[in-house]
């Protein structure tokens, strides 16, 4: 397979773990999004592979190669959403450690397929961290520190990473699910934000990027911020977002808009379901 290669968010992604949403064993919901839904308005399960399959058609019309985890009902939460459960930095995969008992199960999906494919990968022994609040932009790795990743994690992973990586915690407002929730890197100078939901560290990342396309708390309650750039130059973008669209167009970004409504009512979106394993690095 091709080496891991994760240094940046926009570049032209070739490879990543996807899997399909079997069964998806919600026992109660976990977040803030879930429990919105759950009650009045519950994801129509019949529509998730619907919605799944099309996401991953155009992904493999953009000639990335997906890398499908076991397709078994594990008792799993959500098991679509591979990018919290491992992540890769640089040119080294780890396995997260999950907060939500609900989400274990996911675990064991892609430890196996790691050591099918005998691919090397750390597993996070200190604290918790989910791939959702791992943002990479070589030198740096933000971080978020709210429900699901803490400070001891967070130390435990600049410590792993060594003087080559320069980890910038940024402190979640309460409620706020992932770092993915509320900011997603666009380019070596644009990012999608709301800073309004971000208590610490806005300062570093109004330093690093010149161009901030702002959304509001509405907007990140409806997963705005969690797009998928694909490669530099096109990015997914849930349908519903038509304002955001026309920002990034204005900005020379293609945006494939898709429709995702009944996947995001368990609180995630388009990069939530990617785990990548290989980016084009020579767009830094």
Known sequence: MKTISIYNEFGSLSRAIIRRPIGSGVLRPINEVQAHYFESDPPSLRQLPVEHQILANMLQGFRVSLDFL???NDGSHNPCFTRDIGFAIGD????????EDQRKGEITALRKWLDTMRQPHEIVSDGFIEGGDVLVDEPYVYIGIGQRTNVKGVVWLSSTLGSSWKVIPIQLEKGVLHLDCVMAIISDSIII???DLIVSG??????RFRDRISVT???VFHMATNVLMINPSNVIVERRHTILRDQLTRRGISVCSMDWSETKKFGGLFRCAICPLHRDRSMK
Do not use: K, M
Not at 92 to 99: D, M
Not at 202 to 207: D, M, N, R, Y
């Open 92 to 99: 080294r995969f780890f396995l997260s450690n999950i907060a």
């Open 193 to 195: 934000w709301c800073p």
């Open 70 to 72: 076991e397709e078994t």
């Open 217 to 219: 708390r509405e907007d």
């Open 202 to 207: 806005s300062q570093v990342i109004e330093e």
